[in-house]
């Protein structure tokens, strides 16, 4: 039986016992990135898009890069060390790994990847900004993070993501 995944209150608990500061702002929920473009001016830093990916051998992968970002889904297995080209993950196992669901997907989510499912991979060039935003497990609020306690995060739920060029 998978556990209940772990709620944004949860969270903030979690990056407060790791002393990590961050500020989450509620907003409609915002299902894609072009929905989330309103709400740039009250929420400054880096604007994270999530694409959850696995290779032929089930490996899953989640690709957090800069909103705007384009990546090349036909080559980006030679990056990240996927067995093969990838295609996008089941819902299922979304929830099953990361607990959340398609349209809320985030780097956060790392805290419900108990079994360590996922290879976590931020773009260079997102890690480029100060401040990361993401989805708290659900799209109807942002949370803002520093960069380097984004990173401190990832190692505090077990996983080290690689941190690579991979936008065109």
Do not use: C, W
């Not at 209940?4 to 209150?9: I, K, L, Q, Y």
């Not at 016992?17 to 907003?27: A, N, Q, S």
């Not at 996008?88 to 985030?106: C, N, Q, R, S, W």
């Amino acid at each position: 039986m998978t556990p209940e995944p772990t709620t944004a209150e949860d969270l903030y608990r979690f990056l407060d016992d790791l002393g990590i500061r961050h500020e989450t702002k509620g907003h409609e929920p915002v299902f894609t990135v072009a929905e989330s473009v309103a709400l740039r001016d009250e929420i400054p830093g880096g604007h994270t898009k999530n694409l959850f990916v696995k290779d032929k051998k089930d490996q899953f992968f989640l690709l957090t890069v800069e909103e705007n970002a384009v990546v090349d889904l036909k080559t980006v297995h030679t990056l990240i060390g996927a067995a093969s080209k990838v295609s996008f993950g089941k819902p299922e196992k979304l929830m099953d790994y990361l607990g959340v669901i398609p349209g809320a997907v985030t780097v956060f989510g790392a805290i419900n990847d108990t079994g360590h499912n996922v290879t976590f991979v931020l773009d260079q060039d997102l890690m480029e900004h100060d401040i990361i935003n993401g989805h708290p497990l659900s799209n109807d609020a942002t949370t803002s993070i520093g960069r380097d306690d984004l990173l401190r995060f990832l190692e505090a739920t077990g996983h080290t993501p690689l941190v690579l060029k991979v936008t065109a």
